[in-house]
C-alpha cells in the first residue's frame, strides 16, 4: 500500500542496484522520493558470469511461510516480504517479463528430529498453507523425487520467482517512476553542507560527484569500504553460491507432479524446461569455487536419483552472498542522520528485498533520520 501520509520529499541516492536496492529505490520513487540509483552493474547482461550480482546470480526462492521460529525480527521480516510480494509482484509485472511466484515449495526432511518439527510447523502453519507432506505417489511419467525417508513438509505460498525477471520488471519500474540510473561505481562518500544544510557527497569512478540529503547503502560486499572513511564499520563476509544447470537425457519422463522448489539435502532443485533442472546450495565461506562441492550437491549426500547421476552440466555459474561478521543479517540501520544501510542479506535477499524497502521508507519517514 502506498504512504498516503504527507512524507516531505527527498532527494535520496541509493547506492547498489541489486535486488534490494533497486526495490528500495523503486519504493522510495512511488512514495514521491527523488532517487538517484547508483551501480556500474545496473544494466549489464546476465549471460556473462562476471556480470553477475548476488541477486541476478541467485535463485529467487521464497521460503518465507516454512522459517522455523515464529517470532523475532527475522520471522517479522519474512512474513511481511511474503505479504508485500504478492501485492508488488502485480504491480511490478509487465507484458515482457511476465513475473509471478510459482509455487508451491517441497521441503524433505533429512531426519525423525527434523520431521517431528515440521510436523509441529505444518500444525502452527495451517492458515499460512503449509501442512505436511502427503506420500508422494510417483506416477508412470513422472521423473522420481530424490528418496525421503522420514517424509516432508510442503508449503502452497512459498515457491520461486525469476529473479532475471524480477530484475527487468525493476528496470522498468525505475524507468516509470523517473529514477535516475547512475552506471557508475561509488568511489567516496563525504559529508558536506549546501547553504547551512547537510548534504552528503558521492563521488563517481568517472570523477563526477552527486549532493544528497539522504544516503542508502544498498551495496553488499561494497557496503563497508563506502562507510570505513566515514567511521563506520559493519564488516561482511563473502559466501560463495553455485549453481548448476544440468541437462537430463532425453526419455520419456516429465514434472507433472512436481513442485516448483523441491529442497532435498540443503540443495534446491528448481525444474525449468522440459529436460532441465537448476541445482544450487549454500556450501562454502569464501570466494573460490571447488568442484568438490559441486560434486557433492549433484551427489544430493547419497540421495541423488539416477536421472540426475546421469545428466550433463549445461551451464553453471556462481554468486556471492553477503554474510554479516558478529550480527544477524541483514544489517538495517541508521548509521547516522541521513546515512541508512540495508544490506547484509547473506541467503535472503531475494525474500526480504520487500521487507528491507518497506522498512527503509518508513525509517525516513519515522525515525527523524535527518
Ligand atoms: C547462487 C545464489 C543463490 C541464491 N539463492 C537465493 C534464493 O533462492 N532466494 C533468496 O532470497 N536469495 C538467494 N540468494 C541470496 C540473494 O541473492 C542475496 O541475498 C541478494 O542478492 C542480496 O541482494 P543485494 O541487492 O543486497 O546484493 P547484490 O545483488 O549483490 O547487489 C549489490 C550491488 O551493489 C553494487 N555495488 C557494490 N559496491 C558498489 C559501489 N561502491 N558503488 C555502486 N554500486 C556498488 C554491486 O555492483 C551490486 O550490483 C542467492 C545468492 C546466490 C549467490
Known amino acids: 500500500m502506498l504512504d498516503k501520509d504527507a512524507t516531505p520529499t527527498k532527494e535520496i541516492a541509493v547506492i547498489g542496484g541489486g535486488a534490494i536496492g533497486s526495490m528500495t529505490a523503486w519504493h522510495l520513487a512511488r512514495n514521491k522520493h527523488l532517487v538517484t540509483l547508483i551501480d556500474p552493474l545496473l544494466k549489464k547482461r546476465f549471460d556473462l558470469e562476471e556480470q553477475l550480482n548476488g541477486s541476478t546470480a541467485s535463485l529467487g526462492v521464497l521460503m518465507g511461510n516454512i522459517f522455523r521460529r515464529s517470532h523475532g525480527r527475522s520471522w517479522s521480516?519474512?512474513?511481511?516480504?511474503?505479504?508485500?510480494?504478492?501485492?508488488?509482484?502485480?504491480?511490478?509485472?509487465?507484458?515482457?517479463?511476465?513475473?509471478?511466484?510459482?509455487?508451491?515449495?517441497?521441503?524433505?526432511?533429512?531426519?525423525?528430529?527434523?520431521?517431528t518439527l515440521m510436523a509441529q510447523l505444518s500444525q502452527e502453519r495451517s492458515d499460512?498453507?503449509?501442512?505436511?507432506?502427503?506420500?508422494?505417489?510417483?506416477?508412470?511419467?513422472?521423473?522420481?523425487?530424490?528418496?525421503?525417508?522420514?517424509?516432508?513438509?510442503?508449503?502452497?505460498?512459498?515457491?520461486?520467482?525469476?529473479?532475471?525477471?524480477?530484475?527487468?520488471?525493476?528496470?522498468?519500474?525505475?524507468?516509470?517512476?523517473?529514477?535516475?540510473?547512475?552506471?557508475?561505481?561509488?568511489?567516496?562518500?563525504?559529508?558536506?553542507?549546501?547553504k547551512g544544510k547537510r548534504q552528503w557527497h558521492i563521488h563517481l569512478n568517472n570523477g563526477k560527484s552527486l549532493a544528497k540529503e539522504i544516503i542508502i547503502i544498498c551495496a553488499a560486499m561494497?557496503?563497508?569500504?563506502?562507510?570505513?572513511?566515514?567511521?563506520?564499520?559493519?564488516?561482511?563476509?563473502?559466501?560463495?553460491?553455485?549453481?548448476?544447470?544440468?541437462?537430463?537425457?532425453?526419455d520419456e519422463k516429465n514434472w507433472s507432479g512436481w513442485p516448483a522448489v523441491l529442497i532435498s539435502e540443503g540443495v534446491n532443485l528448481i525444474p525449468y524446461k522440459t529436460n532441465r533442472i537448476l541445482l544450487g546450495a549454500t556450501l562454502e565461506p569464501g570466494t573460490k569455487k571447488s568442484t568438490d562441492c559441486l560434486k557433492q550437491m549433484k551427489n544430493l549426500n547419497g540421495e541423488a536419483p539416477n536421472w540426475i547421476k546421469e545428466s550433463s552440466i549445461y551451464n553453471q555459474w556462481s554468486g556471492?552472498?553477503?554474510?554479516?561478521?558478529?550480527?544477524?543479517?541483514?544489517?538495517?540501520?541508521?548509521?547516522?542522520?541521513?546515512?541508512?544501510?540495508?544490506?547484509?542479506?547473506?541467503?535472503?535477499?531475494?525474500l526480504l528485498a520487500p521487507a528491507t524497502a518497506e522498512w527503509v521508507a518508513n525509517t525516513i519517514k519515522h525515525q527523524n533520520c535527518l
Open 77 to 115: 521480516l519474512r512474513k511481511r516480504s511474503m505479504e508485500l510480494w504478492q501485492q508488488w509482484m502485480v504491480l511490478l509485472n509487465t507484458p515482457e517479463s511476465p513475473l509471478r511466484l510459482e509455487t508451491p515449495l517441497v521441503q524433505l526432511a533429512r531426519s525423525a528430529s527434523e520431521a
Open 128 to 194: 499460512l498453507g503449509v501442512e505436511l507432506l502427503k506420500e508422494n505417489i510417483s506416477m508412470e511419467n513422472q521423473r522420481l523425487w530424490p528418496k525421503s525417508h522420514y517424509g516432508g513438509i510442503i508449503s502452497h505460498k512459498d515457491g520461486r520467482i525469476n529473479p532475471l525477471l524480477l530484475q527487468q520488471c525493476l528496470l522498468h519500474a525505475l524507468h516509470k517512476h523517473n529514477v535516475d540510473n547512475v552506471e557508475e561505481k561509488v568511489v567516496l562518500i563525504e559529508r558536506g553542507s549546501t
Open 222 to 250: 561494497g557496503s563497508d569500504a563506502l562507510i570505513k572513511p566515514l567511521g563506520h564499520r559493519l564488516p561482511i563476509a563473502p559466501v560463495l553460491g553455485q549453481v548448476l544447470d544440468l541437462e537430463l537425457k532425453a
Open 320 to 350: 556471492i552472498r553477503g554474510k554479516p561478521i558478529g550480527r544477524p543479517a541483514p544489517i538495517l540501520t541508521t548509521l547516522e542522520p541521513g546515512l541508512i544501510i540495508a544490506t547484509g542479506h547473506y541467503r535472503n535477499g531475494i
